[in-house]
RNA sequence: GGCCCCAUCGUCUAGUGGCCUAGGACACCACCCUCUCAAGGUGGCGGCACGGGUUCGAAUCCCGUUGGGGCUGCCA
């Protein structure tokens, strides 16, 4: 088993987990769970502007909530780059002495400053040959040698690129701390991962990650690319203009098996005619090469059909228990007037209702409210109507006494709808409005049934006092 | 500017030279069902960016154009 592959997850901490990121933990999952290999877990925390510990417990907790189990024994870590900084120092300096990397002295400025002066980009190489010998102020940088280097992508296919192309990157930072593009192979090559999944912004780093590879003595592992994730402008997604935080999707009410089917349909779909389907067969089926190369647009509104799927396929008890905590947190009503057996009467009728969770409460709220709250327009449109009163007082003084059960509501007001020459369509608004609020909702006999007779008769009488 | 990537309905995709008068999904529209709203069912709208090749035959291969995107830091 010593060659199962070993993939890697190398996140950035930065307070919020990133869907785009959630999609590239995906993918490394899948992947590590089909070839018997491993998805290793490396928190890249060198930036001190990034570092603190509960940013990692959020990356745990969101890989968790994506079903990337950290107890699983196919996953690996965390292990944290910043504890591993002198191996990366070490690595730079073995670089330096194999002649590989030189110490320059040029500040920023000086950089910019001759590119203005020579009409050309960045770094010209100036120190390669100064001959520095290291100490305070100077950087180590990576000496590009020439001709070019070939990666090879398994969703790109070869890409090569002039190494002329490539300035004699930074290793070590003038405060002898090492750059990201090291840190990251040294700790690659420290975790014998031998497979790169990551996102398509990387691939320009590609080639200098793989000439470090090389000058350290090792074989470049393979590469994979897969197209960013972008917002309706067709830009990258960002923390800024765009909603890209799982966890506030979670908070939403979106389901987990949702948002993972629904993310591995970006830049992939599984064979057949439906995109619905559940992550054992996408763990069979996936395959980078057959992944798109085009970037994919982040569309909420058909997550939100996947959720809306999802929650339909859940079993009655599986959507009560799930709709728990939001009904718990809801504030649409004093939370002792909650009940959950009434809740429960009234699921099934809501499951087909709404998208998300967090749409559930506002479905119900008349359940819990001690008197619901009457939207306006709902109440001046449908009581306009010449019959409301009327169909008001009549139903009430019917269901007094009738049988109660949503069949007899029914009928009872189709009698009398069709007694007066109208339809059920119409004559059930006013009762829905004084009994609900909404002029949507629910099916109202049912909704009729579960509030009570008595509580629906002190509705619509109170409808009718309204009424003047 | 330089380097790199990309290009099938509005969006996500199927498609790897003939099965394509291009299939599915989301969205949208219509109809059916129906106590409202959903759900469900049926149907519709809508696409191979453009121009050259290669080939008996091109959405599929090649070149160019155009258009998008990414990277371009002593951030990761």
Redo the contacts with the bound molecule.
């Keep these: 088993m010593s060659d199962a592959p070993r993939y890697r997850f190398?996140?950035?901490p930065t307070g919020f987990f990133h869907v785009g990121g959630a999609r590239t933990a995906l993918y490394n999952w899948a992947l590590a769970l089909r070839t018997g290999g491993t998805f290793v877990l490396r928190v890249?925390?060198?930036?001190e502007?990034?570092n603190s510990p509960e940013w990692t417990q959020g990356i745990i907790d969101a890989l968790s909530w994506l079903g990337i189990d950290s107890k699983s024994p196919r996953f690996e870590g965390p292990y944290f780059?910043s504890q591993n900084a002198e191996l990366h120092v070490a690595a730079a300096l073995r670089l330096f002495d194999a002649g590989n990397a030189y110490w320059?002295?040029?500040?920023?400025d000086q950089?910019q400053a001759r590119a203005k002066e020579t009409g050309k980009?960045?770094?010209d190489g100036y120190s390669r040959d100064r001959g520095l010998t290291g100490g305070p102020?100077?950087?180590l940088r990576f000496r590009v040698p020439a001709g070019k280097t070939i990666v090879t992508d398994l969703v790109?296919?070869d890409?090569?690129?002039?190494n002329d192309?490539?300035?004699d990157?930074?290793l070590l930072?003038?405060?002898g701390?090492?750059?990201?593009?090291l840190?990251?192979v040294v700790d690659d090559i420290e975790m014998k991962i031998t497979n790169v999944v990551r996102a398509?912004?990387?691939?320009?780093?590609t080639p200098k990650q793989q000439m470090l590879w090389e000058a350290l003595g090792h074989a470049a592992p393979i590469w994979a690319?897969v197209?960013?994730l972008?917002n309706?402008?067709?830009?990258?997604l960002s923390k800024r203009r765009d909603k890209v935080a799982l966890e506030q999707y979670r908070e939403e009410g979106i389901l987990p098996d949702a948002m993972i089917n629904y993310l591995m349909?970006?830049?992939?779909?599984p064979?057949g005619?439906?995109?619905?389907v559940p992550w054992s067969r996408i763990v069979d089926e996936f395959r980078l090469?057959?992944v798109?190369?085009?970037?994919?647009?982040f569309?909420i509104?058909?997550l939100?059909?996947?959720n809306?799927?999802y929650i339909?396929a859940m079993t009655l008890e599986a959507f009560i228990e799930a709709s728990a905590p939001v009904l718990a947190a809801s504030q649409a009503w004093p939370s002792d007037r909650f009940n959950a057996q009434v809740f429960a009467q009234a699921a099934p009728?809501v499951q087909?209702?709404?998208?998300t969770l967090s749409e559930v409460p506002a479905m119900v709220d008349f359940l819990f409210l001690a008197d619901p709250a009457i939207d306006e327009d709902a109440w001046t449109k449908t009581m306009s109507a010449d019959f409301a009163r009327e169909v008001l007082t009549d139903f009430a003084t019917s269901v007094a006494t009738s049988e109660w059960n949503?069949d007899s509501l029914?009928a009872i007001l189709e009698t009398w709808t069709e007694a007066h020459g109208l339809?059920?369509?119409k004559t059930?608004?006013p009762i829905?409005v004084a009994v609900t609020g909404r002029?949507?909702?629910?099916?109202?006999?049912?909704s009729i049934e579960i509030l009570g007779r008595d509580e629906t008769i002190r509705r619509l009488n109170s409808g009718i006092a309204r009424l003047g």
């Design positions: 190398a996140p950035s890249e925390d060198t930036d502007s990034r780059q320059c002295d040029l500040t920023p950089i980009q960045g770094y102020g100077q950087v790109r296919g890409v090569e690129f002039a192309t490539i300035e990157f930074v930072r003038s405060n701390s090492p750059m990201f593009l840190a990251n398509e912004e990387h691939l320009p780093n690319h197209p960013v972008v309706e402008q067709r830009k990258k349909t970006l830049g992939w779909a064979a005619d439906t995109e619905i090469e057959d798109n190369h085009s970037p994919a647009f569309d509104k058909k939100a059909s996947f809306g799927d339909r009728l087909t209702r709404v998208v949503h029914k339809k059920l369509g059930q608004a829905r002029t949507v909702g629910p099916p109202l006999f049912e």
